[in-house]
């Protein structure tokens, strides 16, 4: 026979009155759950205690089933909505609805792209977010997604990512797009409204310079006019230096008569260099 939920206390007295009578119960399930009497003992000392921060909190039993977690004996909390839950005096929580349910253009792209393209759920998950934004934005009616609308949306979602993550955004846009096309649910090509980001390889500073190139930079840098730019190089490169560290450099962090320099590292600690 299916467990009946009770109606729930809503003042405060009724909820204290409540939480006192189902006390013995709890005490006995939790020593059926295998505890031993002393950390019954204890299970019920910290459930007073949670008992008298939800007596003025406002809340009923129903909605601290979703907002006991503030209070401070969690565990004991924690445990007692479970007994109560178990014997069907509460009702489980309510699951929120999957953005699959909500959208079901968004489920029917995802068996698409498995059937069709064997895409990995993983990858379908990773395109989720940008799409749920996509259909909250646009709307689930294809029909209505003109180039103008998507490609402001792709360049608006992408504005505060990095240039790898506009991408993502970008190919889990034109994805979506691509399968709208495929079943006939958007014209001939608007995939091509989505704009491309730049993210070519090597176009960022090397790392470091092999040393061809590095004998490149400093024979660059011959004559009188050139000395400053070869005395940096040279640290850099000989001595190890962070740039930082040679930007800082003083005349008189150089002692001419020993051949040393004095620098001040990360630590502020100084060490000197031959």
Known sequence: MPKQTRKQPQSVNDRLRFIEAHV???GNWILGKGYTEATRVEIIRL???WAEWIQPSGFTLDT????FDASAPLGAGRLFIRYLRDQGILPEPRQPPSPTEIWPLLAAFRRWMRDQRGVANSTLDTYQSTLVDLLEALGDDPTVFTAHAIRAFVLERARPHSGGRAKSIATA???FLRFLVATGQ???GRDYAVPGFANWQLASVPRFLAAQDIDRAIAACEGESRL????????LVRLGLRASEVA???????????GRIAVAGKSRREDCFR
């Open 24 to 26: 013995v119960g709890f």
């Open 47 to 49: 459930l007073a205690c």
């Open 64 to 67: 601290l089933v979703e907002g």
């Open 173 to 175: 846009t034109r994805a």
């Open 186 to 188: 958007c014209p001939v």
């Open 228 to 235: 400053r730019d070869k005395a940096i190089i040279l640290l």
């Open 248 to 258: 800082d450099l003083k005349l008189t962090d150089v002692d001419w008569r020993n």
